[in-house]
């Protein structure tokens, strides 16, 4: 069973940036695309952005587009997430997540097969 290791999240002010990394702990791994999602205390998982390696078109919920940006290297199967101009509401655990069949949806949390174990990012006002 293959592992996705995050790394990166802290405490951060309003308006600072935070870089996070994920990376699976197999070199062979490959997956059709990865991503990250965020839950915040007492709220639902929700998606953050994704990768699709095919194509190298990312995608981005609402909430965090033009402020985070995906990137990675399908090759090494690591995925990051820069995230500027943050927020308080940006303020929950983000989860990194992979999908290793090609699928339709990939902007929610069903079709996904591995997950990290989360790393707490925390936006102060």
């Known amino acids: 069973q293959v592992q996705l290791v995050e790394s990166g999240g802290g405490l951060v002010q309003a308006g600072g940036s935070l870089r996070l990394s994920c990376a699976a702990s197999e070199r062979t791994f490959r997956s059709y695309a990865m991503g990250w999602f965020r839950q915040a205390p007492g709220k639902e998982r929700e998606f953050v952005a994704v990768?699709?390696?095919?194509?190298?078109?990312?995608y981005y919920a609402d909430s965090v587009k033009g402020r985070f940006t995906i990137s990675g290297d399908k090759n090494k199967s690591t995925v990051n997430l820069q995230m500027n101009s943050l927020k308080p509401e940006d303020t929950a655990v983000y989860y990194c997540?992979?999908?290793?069949?090609?699928?339709?949806?990939?902007?929610?949390?069903?079709?996904?097969?591995?997950w990290g174990r989360g790393t707490q990012v925390t936006v102060s006002s």
């Open positions: 990768i699709r390696w095919d194509i190298g078109i990312p």
């Open positions: 997540a992979a999908v290793r069949r090609r699928t339709v949806v990939i902007t929610t949390a069903a079709p996904y097969d591995d």
